[in-house]
């Protein structure tokens, strides 16, 4: 019996994700074929994952400094001086296809890597987000997947001790084959203690410590690069297996070795595992690393060369520390119970070289693997946009009632309070608002001061679809927004940008629109990008996702006793619509929700109207003259309205007068509006303060009674009964889950 052909290495790099004329450059680079641990090295580090090949052009239109920023993005996550010596440090990943193969250690997973990336840094982990898409609620995997995704990050975070403060979690057909779970995490550091990944010179020793090397997670970039098909649960292996307990022991010793002094450059062990950290660490020196793999802690007998390198076991990470200070290094290790070991050196040499069982196995040079890695511009096409519909194109509800009933409800606008109740939301004690509370924006407190860090997650796929460069504007001005609303003063954003294959134009172009019209927005609201991620070949059998760039901002509380939240209203408040309504219904949720459509462009983002709008408000709030700010985004001012009265368990009245129809003035999604509730005595603040800015307002009801009732221009509409509004709100997600 013949046994089948050994694969040619072309054969196999076609396997790991390698265009033949990117092995072809890899033969030329190296003046001779690769081995199969330098194949497997180049895979890794030219997956898209790792070397952005498609996007890097693009993403060089971001505005990327700032007054306050001390790194943007090059390193593990982005660095913002948050004044008095001390730092934010923060950054969004995502871990989309193994969440979707495995949906607990996927997700659990990419809370554990993305709090590596801040802690590397210097910083203690004081807060996660998370952004989740999910497919639509009657597909068969959708409740697993939801089951799954929800306990792997409470699980984990809540087991390391850091609050789940903020998010969002959508429902769509188009995430039915491809799940997005990207992970958010915000850290404190002072500002002259930042560490960085850049071996500072040859002759360091280079300590591994952390958890032992196993066989998980192997080509883990490489499959996150890749589309999925039918055959896409056999990739199991390459999800990774996480243990909380370990990254809290793991953050522990990395910030005491850091305050030993101990440290000269430092890597978290992330996608590509030990490969990608020592390349990004020689690399960024400009120097060399020399490996001997037989000192790798090791938990599974025989694994080759290959597979420790390609492996992306969690809770790892990398050191080069400073002349005679191994021993330092040895005693913090030793206290916190981990494996440690010097497994190499740098050099001098510019390569990788890699040592097993005394045999070299590896010796690549390091430019081709990080700045001389494939750079695409690939062609795009111009996306087809959405026309623009007026009220007259969209029919008002035949019911008034059962559409707000419908769409409050509906699975994205109803409560996520089954959800959020798996999240420790509290644990440090610094968690002063969080998105189950009723605020935009979840808010930790800083110690030693009066001030607060506020961040939010943001993102409207549906926008994105039908403009893509609209869309990218409104994601971006959707969190400056959200952070104003609290009273924080917007600083800086991080992102992650998942779309579908960038290989074919039509997606390419989607990409290149929604990355202009984020820099646009960036640079007009003073929001530099800091850090970031981009997920690319979010697609099954062909079908992409929709297009879903997350945008993740961070802002300042001077004060934090000055904050505002939605969930303040009293009875006898003034509620005050400020900014303009025209009644935009393109893409909104009352158009999908009740009327089954999902056409029409989406609402245009004025930014400059936005500055003005949003600067306005965040005065007030400092000054004191608001407290109760609710942005408007979907559902439009129904929604806020209902949100607002269900948070603060008071019903009110709204009156709407007007010259556009009824179903647009209250289901509209214009921007650069907030809703918010104020005492008559402060009518006259937020009068001058508009009529200075050029800002609209309108007053449109008050707070008061036990329902949500509406009145326009053609009367009295409907109301509902603010219980029947909470059950149906609340009802929603419980009932799905089966609980």
Request: hydrophobic share 40%.
């Amino acid at each position: 019996m013949s046994s089948a052909p050994a694969k040619s290495l072309a054969d196999k790099a076609a396997e790991y994700g390698l265009k033949p004329d990117e092995y072809a450059l890899i033969v030329t680079r190296l003046n001779r074929e690769p081995n199969d641990v330098e194949l497997g090295v180049f895979s890794v580090m030219w997956s898209e994952h790792c070397s952005y090949k498609s996007s890097r052009k693009h993403l060089s239109k971001f505005p990327t400094t700032g007054p306050r920023v001390i790194c943007g993005p090059g390193e593990n996550a982005g660095v913002i001086d948050i004044g008095d010596g001390q730092a934010c440090i923060f950054k969004m990943e995502s871990h989309n296809h193994p969440s979707y193969i495995e949906p607990y250690q996927g997700a659990a997973t990419g809370v554990g890597g993305i709090m590596r990336d801040v802690f590397t840094m210097g910083a203690r982990p004081i807060a996660l987000l998370n952004a989740l898409r999910f497919g639509d609620p009657s597909h068969p995997k959708t409740k697993r997947l939801v089951s799954g995704v929800v306990s792997g990050i409470g699980g984990y975070g809540n087991c390391v001790g850091v609050p789940t403060v903020a998010g969002e979690t959508n429902f769509h057909c188009g995430y039915d084959g491809n799940i997005l779970v990207n992970a958010m995490c915000v850290g404190l550091a002072d500002a002259d203690k930042i560490f960085y990944s850049a071996a500072p010179a040859a002759g360091l020793a280079v300590v591994y410590f952390g958890s032992k090397t196993g066989r998980d997670g192997i080509h883990g970039a490489t499959m996150a690069s890749q589309e999925f098909d039918d055959a896409s649960d056999e990739k199991r292996p390459t999800v990774q297996v996480g243990d909380p307990f370990a990254e809290k022991l793991l953050i522990e010793a990395t910030l005491e070795l850091m305050a030993s002094g101990a440290v000269a450059a430092i890597q978290d062990m992330g996608a590509a595992g030990l490969t990608s950290s020592s390349v990004e660490m020689a690399g960024k020196g400009q120097v060399g690393i020399e490996l001997d793999l037989d000192m790798v802690p090791q938990r599974e007998e025989g694994m080759s060369a290959y597979e420790m390198m390609l492996s992306e076991s969690q809770e790892r990470m990398l050191a080069v520390l400073k002349p005679g200070r191994e021993h330092d290094g040895h005693a913090i290790f030793e206290k916190w119970g981990l494996d440690a070991a010097v497994i190499g050196w740098t050099t001098d040499t510019g390569h990788i070289v890699l040592k097993h069982k005394g045999e070299i196995v590896c010796d690549i040079p390091l430019a081709p693997l990080a700045e001389d890695a494939p750079l695409y511009d690939r062609p795009w096409v111009a996306p087809t946009l959405q026309p623009r519909l007026t009220p007259d194109d969209v029919p008002a509800p035949e019911d008034w009632k059962a559409a707000i009933l419908t769409l409050m409800s509906a699975p994205d606008m109803a409560s996520k309070r089954w959800l959020w109740e798996q999240y420790d939301r509290h644990v440090m004690a610094d968690t002063l608002e969080d998105s189950a509370t009723g605020a935009d924006a979840g808010i930790v407190r800083v110690h030693g001061g009066r001030k607060a860090l506020a961040m939010t997650s943001d993102v409207t796929p549906r926008y994105v679809q039908n403009d893509p460069y609209e869309g990218g504007k409104q994601a971006v001005a959707e969190a400056w927004r959200n952070l104003t609303a609290v009273g924080a003063d917007p600083i800086a954003i991080t992102d992650n940008l998942n779309f579908g294959n960038p290989e074919r134009p039509e997606i390419m172009g989607q990409i290149v629109r929604a990355i202009d019209g984020m820099a646009e927005a960036c640079r007009v609201l003073d929001f530099p990008v800091v850090s970031g991620n981009v997920s690319l070949y979010n697609e099954t059998n062909g079908a992409a996702i929709p297009p879903t760039p997350t945008v993740g901002g961070v802002g300042i509380l001077p004060d934090y006793a000055r904050r505002a939240d939605f969930a303040s209203m009293q009875a006898g408040d003034v509620l005050v619509l400020v900014g303009a309504t025209s009644g935009e219904l393109g893409a909104s949720m009352y158009l999908r929700e009740v009327l089954g459509r999902e056409d029409g462009a989406p609402p245009p983002v004025d930014l400059a109207l936005e500055r003005r709008t949003g600067d306005m408000i965040r005065a007030l709030i400092l000054s004191g003259d608001l407290r109760t700010v609710h942005d408007l985004s979907d559902g439009g001012l129904v929604a806020a309205a209902a949100e607002m009265a269900l948070a603060s368990n008071v019903g009110l009245a709204l009156n709407v007068q007007g010259d556009i129809p009824d179903h647009a003035a209250f289901f509209g999604e214009d921007q650069a509006r907030y809703l918010v509730a104020l005492s008559h005595d402060a009518l006259e603040a937020l009068d001058a303060a508009a009529e200075a800015a050029g800002v609209a307002y309108a007053i449109v009801g008050q707070a008061g009674g036990d329902e949500v009732s509406l009145s326009g221009a053609s009367g009295f509409i409907t109301a509902v009964d603010l219980e029947d509004l909470r059950s149906r709100h609340e009802g929603w997600l419980p009932g799905f889950m089966g609980e």
